[in-house]
Each structure stands twice: as structure tokens, then as C-alpha cells.
């Protein structure tokens, strides 16, 4: 009999060594993509800071993915979302995603926003998936030089 995978999200209030791995498993796999001025995550310290909540998802026990959100006065963006590649296809991204989405409208949250890359297909393909639609560029990005977002795809979702 299949049982269907255990998947856990918790809180990740410090860069713990899992996060870490995580972290520098998005990094190496963004850096292979994208030139260094096209890529805009987050820096550790960053992540740990009083307005982005981040959390840890685990696979059957096991650290397999990661991601926040960053609030807003008028949105909620989503940062630093990875599942390692051995974990894709089984459902980690989309728990992953959903509780983003849960804890940004307990914030009270209307709009979550994010950027991603145009080769990050699957990440595309997700969020189109799960609702988000193209949206003009926001925030930080707008006064961004040219050349560092033309490979940004940026998406939003309306929560309700």
C-alpha cells in the first residue's frame, strides 16, 4: 500500500544548519541561471528579520525545502521558496506554498506577490497552478536597472 508522504512546515526562527543547506542549494542552482545582478534573494540576515516570517518543510522527517513571505503595508512577497530536487513531484511545494499563503492572510494579508526567473519553469508553472497571475513590477525591483529584472517574471495572487 502507498501512504501518502508526510509533510511538515514549521517555523524557522534561526538560520539553522538545514536552513543553510537549503539556502546554499537555491544559491547554487540560481547562480548556474542567472548572472549575479539578476538574482535578488535574500541574505540570511535578511530572512531573520522582525517583518519576513520563514519556515522549514520537512519530507517524511527530513529537510527539504524552505521559504518565507516578507510583509508589507500592502502585500505579502514570497522569498527564498526551494525544495530540494529529489523531494519535487511529491507534494512539498504546494504544502509549502499553501502555508505562505494561510499565514500571510493571518497577517492580514490581501495581495502576495513574488518574483521569480524565467527558467525557474516549474516554479512558474506552480504558482500559475495554484492562482498567481502576471502583475507589474513592484517594490525594490521598480527601481531596479533594467538589466537586473529582464529575466524576473513577476506574479501576484489576491487572498480571500
Same mark, same amino acid.
Given at each position: 500500500?502507498?501512504?501518502?508522504?508526510?509533510?511538515?512546515?514549521?517555523?524557522?526562527?534561526?538560520?539553522?544548519?538545514?536552513?543553510?543547506? /537549503?539556502?546554499?542549494?537555491?544559491?547554487?542552482?540560481?547562480?548556474?541561471?542567472?548572472?549575479?545582478? &539578476?538574482?535578488? #534573494?535574500?541574505?540570511?540576515?535578511?530572512?531573520?528579520?522582525?517583518?519576513?516570517?520563514?519556515?522549514?518543510?520537512?519530507?517524511?522527517?527530513? +529537510?527539504?525545502?524552505?521559504? #518565507?513571505?516578507?510583509?508589507?503595508?500592502?502585500?505579502?512577497?514570497?522569498?527564498?521558496?526551494?525544495?530540494?530536487?529529489?523531494?519535487?513531484?511529491?507534494?512539498?511545494?504546494?504544502?509549502?506554498? +499553501?502555508? /505562505?499563503?494561510?499565514?500571510?492572510?493571518?497577517? #492580514?494579508?490581501?495581495?502576495?506577490?513574488?518574483?521569480?526567473?524565467?527558467?525557474?519553469?516549474?516554479?512558474?508553472?506552480?504558482?500559475?497552478?495554484? #492562482?498567481?497571475?502576471?502583475?507589474? *513590477?513592484?517594490? +525594490?525591483?521598480?527601481?531596479?536597472?533594467?538589466?537586473?529584472?529582464?529575466?524576473? *517574471?513577476?506574479?501576484?495572487?489576491?487572498? &480571500?
Amino acid at each position: 500500500m502507498n501512504l501518502p508522504a508526510r509533510i511538515l512546515v514549521e517555523p524557522a526562527p534561526a538560520p539553522t544548519g538545514e536552513i543553510r543547506a /537549503l539556502i546554499a542549494a537555491l544559491d547554487a542552482e540560481l547562480s548556474a541561471e542567472y548572472e549575479p545582478h &539578476q538574482r535578488h #534573494g535574500l541574505s540570511l540576515d535578511a530572512i531573520f528579520q522582525p517583518h519576513v516570517r520563514f519556515f522549514l518543510a520537512r519530507l517524511e522527517g527530513a +529537510a527539504v525545502g524552505c521559504g #518565507g513571505i516578507a510583509l508589507f503595508p500592502d502585500f505579502a512577497e514570497i522569498k527564498r521558496m526551494y525544495v530540494k530536487p529529489e523531494a519535487r513531484g511529491r507534494g512539498v511545494a504546494q504544502a509549502l506554498l +499553501a502555508h /505562505l499563503e494561510s499565514v500571510s492572510r493571518t497577517a #492580514g494579508t490581501t495581495l502576495l506577490r513574488l518574483e521569480t526567473g524565467t527558467r525557474q519553469v516549474a516554479a512558474m508553472r506552480l504558482y500559475t497552478h495554484a #492562482g498567481y497571475t502576471p502583475c507589474p *513590477v513592484f517594490g +525594490a525591483y521598480a527601481d531596479m536597472d533594467a538589466s537586473a529584472i529582464v529575466t524576473s *517574471v513577476f506574479l501576484e495572487k489576491k487572498l &480571500q
